[in-house]
């Protein structure tokens, strides 16, 4: 038995336990939550606590923050721990909005590494990172649901466009792009999920065609399915703002909007994925509104 400790980049939160210093006073840095089969320690490095800490916890640069510790792990049980990690890190990513992975992994000693990309960004995080208690309720709540659509929607994917449309110094017509890949992945896998006929070219439906008398293949519009799937989780429709930009970016690359108007764009869309996904895994709380900047509620209907 040893434990297993896994350090991790650019995870920006708060404890909801203290730990004492050598030094006399405590920091709040320690997170404690179960994962089906596993007891697991969400731990943030003392040392950005102290005076540097403001310099550590900068936001722009790739920055071990953490360490998931797995205690008293019997070795048969690493494989479990290593994938329970990294989906824990993947939650983490989507809870904070930040590019959140793991790059160590030591286990009794025994070192293992891997390039890991990413920085740290402290814009606007789904849910209150401050707040210790939220995350792991969080992370509790959703676990099955997420654990149960993560292939089949392929939420890893949906996770790393969403949170790279964040990165700073893109131009706001390549954000919105990179949105719109992650809308279409979203209506995509919800199509498949569906088992809505794909034939080469688009999903579509069958319709009688009363002047040949047979059924013929409709295709689905992207606004249909996209309804489809909001109605689905009980979300409110919100197509025209949508609809304009992407048409805009889809057939003209450049939309000759100004950037308050893109800035609005790009708002509703973050907006939207967030939600969506939150109401996908069943979430039922307070999140932070992309556009509102502040808390919201999620009730069970828009």
Same mark, same amino acid.
């Given at each position: 038995?040893?434990?297993?400790?896994?350090?991790?980049?650019?995870?920006?939160?708060?404890?909801?336990?203290?730990?004492?210093?050598?030094?006399?006073?405590?920091?709040?840095?320690?997170?404690?939550?179960?994962?089906?089969?596993?007891?697991?320690?969400?731990?943030?490095?003392?040392?950005?606590?102290?005076?540097?800490?403001?310099?550590?916890?900068?936001?722009?640069?790739?920055?071990?923050?953490?360490?998931?510790?797995?205690?008293?792990?019997?070795?048969?049980?690493?494989?479990?721990?290593?994938?329970?990690?990294?989906?824990?890190?993947?939650?983490?990513?989507?809870?904070?909005?930040?590019?959140?992975?793991?790059?160590?992994?030591?286990?009794?000693?025994?070192?293992?590494?891997?390039?890991?990309?990413?920085?740290?960004?402290?814009?606007?995080?789904? =849910?209150?990172?401050?707040?210790? #208690? *939220? @995350? /792991?309720?969080?992370?509790?709540?959703?676990?099955?649901?997420?654990? &149960?659509? +993560?292939?089949?929607?392929?939420?890893?994917?949906?996770?790393?466009?969403?949170?790279?449309?964040?990165?700073?110094?893109?131009?706001?017509?390549?954000?919105?792009?990179?949105?719109?890949?992650?809308?279409?992945?979203?209506?995509?896998?919800?199509?498949?999920?569906?088992?809505?006929?794909?034939?080469?070219?688009?999903?579509?439906?069958?319709?009688?065609?009363?002047?040949?008398?047979?059924?013929?293949?409709?295709?689905?519009?992207?606004?249909? =399915?996209?309804?489809?799937?909001? #109605? *689905? @989780? /009980?979300?409110?429709?919100?197509?025209?703002?949508?609809?304009?930009? &992407?048409? +805009?970016?889809?057939?003209?690359?450049?939309?000759?909007?100004?950037?308050?108007?893109?800035?609005?764009?790009?708002?509703?869309?973050?907006?939207?994925?967030?939600?969506?996904?939150?109401?996908?895994?069943?979430?039922?709380?307070?999140?932070?509104?992309?556009?509102?900047?502040?808390?919201?509620?999620?009730?069970?209907?828009?």
């Amino acid at each position: 038995m040893a434990d297993l400790i896994v350090s991790v980049a650019n995870c920006p939160l708060l404890g909801e336990q203290r730990t004492s210093l050598p030094g006399g006073g405590s920091i709040l840095n320690r997170i404690t939550l179960t994962v089906p089969g596993l007891r697991v320690a969400i731990v943030q490095r003392p040392e950005l606590f102290n005076s540097k800490g403001a310099d550590l916890y900068r936001k722009g640069a790739f920055q071990h923050t953490t360490d998931i510790i797995v205690h008293d792990l019997a070795p048969q049980r690493v494989g479990l721990a290593k994938k329970r990690v990294e989906d824990l890190c993947w939650l983490l990513q989507f809870m904070a909005m930040s590019q959140v992975g793991p790059f160590e992994w030591n286990y009794g000693g025994r070192v293992e590494r891997r390039a890991t990309r990413g920085i740290l960004l402290r814009h606007i995080p789904t =849910l209150e990172m401050n707040d210790g #208690r *939220e @995350v /792991r309720e969080f992370i509790e709540g959703v676990w099955k649901s997420y654990y &149960r659509l +993560k292939s089949a929607r392929q939420l890893r994917v949906f996770f790393d466009y969403v949170v790279s449309a964040e990165l700073p110094g893109q131009p706001f017509e390549i954000k919105l792009a990179i949105l719109f890949v992650a809308l279409e992945h979203l209506v995509a896998t919800f199509a498949r999920t569906r088992r809505i006929k794909y034939n080469g070219y688009n999903f579509v439906r069958p319709v009688w065609n009363a002047k040949k008398n047979k059924y013929v293949e409709r295709p689905y519009s992207f606004m249909e =399915l996209f309804d489809m799937m909001l #109605r *689905e @989780v /009980r979300m409110k429709k919100r197509f025209k703002r949508i609809r304009n930009a &992407r048409n +805009k970016i889809t057939h003209f690359g450049f939309s000759g909007k100004p950037v308050t108007s893109l800035v609005r764009d790009y708002e509703t869309i973050q907006a939207i994925c967030r939600e969506y996904i939150l109401r996908l895994l069943g979430y039922r709380g307070s999140y932070i509104g992309y556009r509102e900047r502040r808390p919201l509620h999620l009730s069970s209907s828009a």
